[in-house]
């Protein structure tokens, strides 16, 4: 059972990994290569994606850290606890784009203007999604093979 429960965390931890690294990404990209209206909000929304990826690759390299992997039970809540405190900065950076996107900024190359108006949110909308699903996760789920 111990060892779903960690396969089950890992997984979780990951899919979570690909959206927001899909946000960091894209963040690295437009850094510098923004009008200044939109800089400062760049930045921030930069400073708060990269501490969620500080904190969440923390825990995928060592998950036993954060999360109980002998007791579904314990580990279900303590997830739950982890993505509602994530979800707090997410929240953050949802303003943020909110605050972007009502500049209505064009980026005159057009692959950069893709990732400032298309990837950028989308990234944080499945991002937020992923964080949904941890919120409800259920103690069978990690015992699962």
Sequence with gaps: MRNNISKNVYS???ELLVPLKTIVGAHSLLDGKVPETIEVLLD????ISNKLD???MALFSDPSAKINLRLAEMATEQIRLLSMEWEKDAEKLSQL???INATNTRLEDELLNKVLNKIL???LRDFRKRLT???SIQSEQLMLK
Excluded: Y
């Design 97 to 99: 784009i909110s605050q």
């Design 44 to 47: 921030r929304f930069g400073q």
């Design 54 to 56: 500080t904190e969440i």
């Design 121 to 123: 949110p989308n990234g």
């Design 133 to 135: 699903d941890l919120r």
């Design 12 to 14: 979780l931890i990951h």
